[in-house]
């Protein structure tokens, strides 16, 4: 059986430095907000192309912090309007929700998952203050558009970059597009820590200044809070394994363009719909999910698994479908719910070996 992603897999290459990264924390003493936590994220800035970066707890926490900033420093008001898209992980939405924002979610555009720049102007309101896109399966999302409509009518834009780490166009990478941008490292991610760990970045030396307060109960000189905060810190083991997968980044990035680039060169099936890249540039995908799509996705699902190729479902439910949703959105998004319906991701992890490729290659070729 070849497994969706092997979790073990992904760290084997670099076991033994990271097993010395986590040697060196232990054997300092110093475990919290220390000189690991500090390197990486400079190190983390400087891959972004940004000014700063925060390290927290998640990548929930990272966007909940910098919209929980902003209200704090007067940017927003409770009950302003988040433009997200309606196909999301359901933390994009978590986010708005959980710092009493309003989420006003945006259809997507059917060939690259993410949020719609045409469709932008008919959610506007009033009430309208920031634009969350999300990077989703690791294709940035039409930034230039996005970014110019959201800077001409005066809003913040606050990128969901959680699946899409080195993601580029023109040389800028994701997380350099917004005012910030939120990053998780969750162990699956293209950047993953042995845990849970996430990170914000931007070039707001203001926002930079509070959000290093919010995460540490609003803190930033021991036992004085400035402002009511959390505990949202990113761990010095973490940071110490982030700054070893780091240095590897680049190299499984192309690992997956290159499974990617297999995939999608001989996968021939007319049942199945292959992903593209909707920007015709391949710097602008970093291939978290290669998401195929197919109007009998369960049956496909059947079959893989009969091959013996693992494959899961990004995402089942759509947010506004979620139980604790309910009754939460008016209008309907039956392209979001038709994605949700038809999308299957098939195996992609950088450890892939040709065997392996070949097998899900076939798998999908045999599907009938
Ligand atoms: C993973 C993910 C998050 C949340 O990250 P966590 O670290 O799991 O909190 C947010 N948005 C998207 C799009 C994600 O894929």
Redesign the pocket.
């Known amino acids: 059986m070849i497994p969706f992603l092997d979790f073990k897999q992904l760290n084997a290459e670099l076991r033994d430095e990271l097993i010395a990264a986590c040697a060196r924390v232990i054997d300092s003493g110093w475990y919290i907000n220390g000189p690991e936590v500090e390197a990486f994220e400079a190190e983390f800035a400087r891959y972004c192309g940004v000014a700063h970066c925060i390290g927290v707890a998640?990548?929930?926490d990272a966007?909940v912090l910098v919209l929980r900033a902003w209200l704090q420093m007067g940017r927003l008001r409770e009950g302003d309007e988040v433009i997200v898209p309606s196909n999301?992980?359901v933390?994009?939405v978590l986010a708005v929700s959980q710092n009493r924002l309003t989420p006003v979610l945006v259809e997507p555009d059917p060939r690259s998952f993410n949020l719609c720049p045409q469709r932008l102007e008919q959610a506007l309101s009033d009430r309208t203050r920031v634009v969350l896109p999300?990077h989703?399966y690791g294709q940035l999302a039409d930034m230039p558009r996005i970014a110019d409509w959201a800077r001409r009518h005066g809003l913040l834009v606050l990128e969901?970059a959680?699946?899409a780490h080195g993601a580029r166009l023109g040389g800028r990478s994701a997380g350099a597009w917004g005012d910030a941008a939120g990053f998780?490292f969750?162990p699956g991610?293209n950047l993953g820590a042995i845990g849970?760990a996430?990170a914000v970045v931007t070039d707001d030396q203001d926002l930079a200044d509070v959000l290093a307060a919010l995460r540490n109960y609003g803190s930033r000189e021991k036992y004085h809070n400035e402002r009511l905060g959390v505990n949202s810190r990113l761990d010095e083991i973490q940071a110490a394994m982030l700054r070893v997968k780091l240095r590897a980044l680049d190299r499984s990035i192309e690992q997956r363009r290159a499974i990617a680039q297999v995939y999608g060169s001989r996968i021939r099936n007319p049942l199945i719909e292959l992903p593209v890249l909707a920007m015709d540039e391949p710097e602008s995908h970093v291939w978290h999910l290669y998401v195929v799509r197919t109007a009998d996705r369960d049956g496909l699902q059947r079959h893989l698994a009969q091959a013996g190729v693992g494959s899961l479902v990004h995402y089942p439910v759509p947010p506004h479908r979620q139980q604790a949703y309910a009754g939460a959105f008016r209008d309907r998004y039956p392209l979001s719910e038709h994605l949700h319906d038809t999308v299957l991701s098939l195996p992609l992890g950088p450890y892939l070996s040709l065997a392996q490729i070949d097998a899900v290659v076939d798998a999908c070729n045999s599907y009938r």
Request: aromatic share 12%; glycine share 12%; hydrophobic share 40%.
């Open positions: 998640n990548g929930l966007l999301t992980f933390a994009s999300v989703l969901d959680a699946q998780s969750y991610k849970d996430g």
